[in-house]
């Protein structure tokens, strides 16, 4: 927390090239997941935006990475 309680909320609307930029998805991958009904948006005029805390949300929904170490060949 930031002293003086100056903490900033998310947004709670994004545009396209900001979610992307800010969650390291592709654009098509955006629009793949737009498309599938897993990432909410609204038509601003020709503007979409999406709704950026329900898209944090179904990013924290997935499920956590695993890593399998690499070997580095056999041990003497």
């Known amino acids: 927390m930031i ?3 100056n903490e900033k ?3 709670h609307y994004v545009s ?3 979610w992307v930029a800010r969650t ?3 654009r098509t991958e955006t629009y793949r997941k737009l498309n599938d009904g897993k990432l909410i948006a609204k ?3 020709r503007r979409t935006v999406i709704d950026f805390r329900a ?3 179904w990013l924290a929904s997935l499920p956590s990475a695993t890593f399998i170490p690499k070997s580095n060949g056999p041990r003497h």
Do not use: H
């Open 55 to 57: 898209g944090l949300a």
């Open 16 to 18: 396209v090239v900001e």
């Open 9 to 11: 909320a998310p947004p």
């Open 3 to 5: 002293a003086g309680g």
């Open 43 to 45: 038509k601003l005029g």
């Open 24 to 26: 390291g998805m592709s």
